[in-house]
């Protein structure tokens, strides 16, 4: 488990805290990626001089997405530096969202769904199989990177009739 234990922090300063995301599709589910196998997890946890819990490390791991072109399933590789700043709600005043509430009394912080969040930020959203790839005919469905399709591209639409016409003008 992802934990940082609050009073032994105290004591010692400083914790070294490591472990790993286990994947569930449950937690990842509308994010638009697939995390296939553990999320490596290793932060070093600190009280900062202002009463503030400050964790400094990094992510490492792979995701599976689809090509937003054509479709097909892409492994990407994650290996994100990541910094998450834990205050105390009471000490808290501002509304800044680059730091996370502690309630007052709490002895652990379970960081799962913040490393959670922290690896959502750090996948894009879309990704290509490559740069030059081509997707599907709108016309067949017939996937362009694997073979070129019979379809005709003289073919105008008429809806942009009316634009050409003024373009001709």
């Known amino acids: 488990m992802?934990?940082?234990?609050?009073?032994l922090l105290e004591r010692k300063g400083s914790v070294q805290v490591e472990g790993s995301l286990e994947p569930n599709q449950h937690s990842f589910e509308g994010c638009g990626f697939i995390l296939e196998k553990p999320l490596r997890v290793a932060l070093n946890a600190a009280w900062a001089g202002s009463g503030e819990v400050v964790l400094r490390g990094t992510l490492e791991g792979s995701v599976t997405q689809e090509c937003r072109r054509c479709l097909a399933?892409?492994?990407?590789?994650?290996?994100?530096?990541?910094?998450?700043?834990?205050?105390d709600s009471e000490l808290f005043e501002d509304d800044n969202e680059e730091t996370r509430h502690l309630e007052r009394g709490v002895r652990e912080i379970n960081l799962e769904p913040h490393v959670r969040d922290e690896?959502?930020?750090?996948?894009?959203?879309?990704?290509?199989?490559?740069?030059?790839?081509?997707?599907?005919?709108?016309?067949?469905g017939q996937k362009l990177n694997d073979a070129d399709c019979e379809c005709s591209t003289q073919e105008a639409d008429p809806r942009w009739?009316?634009?050409r016409a003024l373009k001709n003008e």
Not at 2 to 7: A, K, S
């Open 2 to 7: 992802l934990r940082v234990d609050l009073r």
């Open 73 to 87: 399933v892409v492994e990407r590789a994650v290996d994100r530096d990541v910094t998450m700043v834990f205050v």
């Open 119 to 140: 690896l959502i930020f750090a996948v894009p959203m879309y990704i290509e199989c490559r740069a030059d790839c081509q997707g599907f005919c709108a016309e067949c």
């Open 161 to 163: 009739d009316a634009l």
